[in-house]
């Protein structure tokens, strides 16, 4: 995990926040082998203050499976990716709703 996103959930956490991910009765859908279970995980991501620093982990690694930053990347296809990336280098900090 890099170190963004670390420093990010240690924050939410210090100020005694959660990401939606970290709900215990939903958290499954972000890995979920359901669609559909992925796309309301997908929605839960909106307005999660470490979105950013997330999807970033989930491009950097080259995740294959789950929920990163508001993004399915299960099986996404490379120039999807490829452009998801682009767009994601683009939107400044503030901008976390352009990467959708
Ligand atoms: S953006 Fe990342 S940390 Fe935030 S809820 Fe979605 S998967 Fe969890």
């Not at 296809?77 to 990467?99: C, I, M, N, Q, V």
């Amino acid at each position: 995990m890099n170190s963004e996103l670390i420093l990010r959930l240690v924050s939410l956490a210090a100020a005694g926040h959660r990401p939606p991910c970290g709900d215990p009765d939903t958290s499954g859908y972000w890995t979920s082998e359901d669609p559909d279970e992925r796309a309301l995980a997908q929605r839960r991501c909106r307005g999660c203050p470490a979105l950013r620093e997330c999807l970033d982990e989930g491009l950097t690694t080259k995740a294959t499976h789950g929920v990163w930053g508001g993004h399915d990347l299960t099986n996404m296809p490379k120039a999807t990716r490829s452009r998801l990336r682009a767009k994601h280098l683009a939107a400044t900090t503030d901008d976390a709703e352009a990467l959708f």
